[in-house]
């Protein structure tokens, strides 16, 4: 979900409840309660065909143009395309792209597309090769560092101006900036026990610094360069083992941990200052 102006918009995961899975589901809210739910037009021809999750989205800050991307089904195989709407959800545009099963993240920054495939995540806690594209998804390259290709990213994150490729998988990111030079860094995190590969894993605080979750601890960095451990009393005080998503709440200046399933289920809000972070 991405707030954007007086837009909230959301991608739809499962259809339910007669939809069937002939379409995907994608709603808007419009501040403080026009809420409406995109899947078929007024012809009747569905917005996002043969698509049962949509899960990848980016809002372009700078013109509001929504990006989308989606998950493979299990009932129907996965187009191999990306959507796009310049009219914030009225109209999609559906750009054809050449790879099997297609994307499932994806981020626009310094005028590219960069999107990857969680194709593998489930079976061998794999991704595949980011790609980036200069044209809007016409064509589209490797993205190499040190002439090698750049997988097992998991998401992307815009901090401080540079694009951050983060990995919850090997331990290694890569930063790019306005210049396009990649720089590798390490990410001091493995987190286990989580069974889908949330977008949700860190969150970017006011660009100021990031914190990420990983099983029993939270990291926080500034700089992706010196990293500070925190938390261990939100786990105690919720007894949760591990979270399943963060977000940032900036009216509060809290954190949102959120945790899914039955009783279990909830959401604990973290007040910022009590991470005793030092200006």
Same mark, same amino acid.
């Given at each position: 979900m991405v707030l954007y102006d007086n837009f909230i918009f959301i991608p739809g995961i499962d259809p339910h409840f007669g939809d069937e899975f002939n379409a995907? &589901? @994608?709603?808007?809210?419009? !501040?403080p309660n026009d809420f409406k739910k995109y899947r078929y037009n007024s012809k009747g021809k569905p917005y996002f065909p043969n698509v049962p999750h949509l899960t990848g989205i980016f809002v372009d800050p700078d013109?509001?143009?929504? /990006? !989308?991307?989606?998950? *493979?089904?299990?009932?129907?195989? $996965? %187009?191999?395309c990306i959507f796009k709407s310049i009219d914030y959800g009225e109209t999609w *545009? +559906? +750009? %054809?792209? %050449?790879?099997?099963?297609? @994307?499932?993240?994806?981020?626009?920054?310094?005028? &590219?597309?960069?999107a990857v495939s969680l194709s593998d995540y489930f079976r061998q806690r794999k991704t595949g090769i980011v790609h980036y594209s200069n044209d809007e998804g016409e064509t589209w390259n490797q993205l190499k560092h040190n002439n090698n290709p750049i997988k097992d990213i998991t998401d992307f994150c815009i901090f401080k101006g540079r694009l951050v490729l983060l990995t919850d998988i090997n331990g290694k990111g890569y930063i790019i900036n306005k210049q396009g030079k990649i720089e590798s860094f390490s990410i001091p995190i493995i987190i286990s026990g989580m069974r889908w590969p949330s977008p949700h894993w860190f969150v970017n605080v006011e660009d100021q610094f990031i914190v990420f979750m990983a099983q029993k601890k939270f990291y926080i960095t500034r700089d992706l360069i010196h990293w500070e451990i925190f938390g261990e009393d939100? !786990? +105690? $005080?919720?007894? $949760?083992? /591990? @979270?399943?998503?963060?977000?940032y709440w %900036?009216?509060? $200046?809290? !954190?949102l941990l959120g945790a899914c399933g039955g #009783? #279990?289920?909830?959401? #604990?809000?973290?007040?910022?200052?009590d991470l005793f972070i030092s200006n």
């Open positions: 995907g &589901n @994608f709603y808007r809210l419009i !501040l013109t509001g143009h929504i /990006y !989308l991307t989606s998950i *493979q089904g299990e009932i129907i195989d $996965k %187009p191999n *545009q +559906i +750009i %054809p792209i %050449p790879f099997i099963p297609g @994307f499932d993240r994806i981020v626009k920054y310094n005028g &590219n597309l960069y939100a !786990l +105690i $005080k919720t007894n $949760k083992n /591990y @979270f399943n998503n963060i977000a %900036p009216k509060r $200046k809290s !954190l #009783w #279990w289920g909830g959401i #604990w809000i973290y007040n910022i200052e």
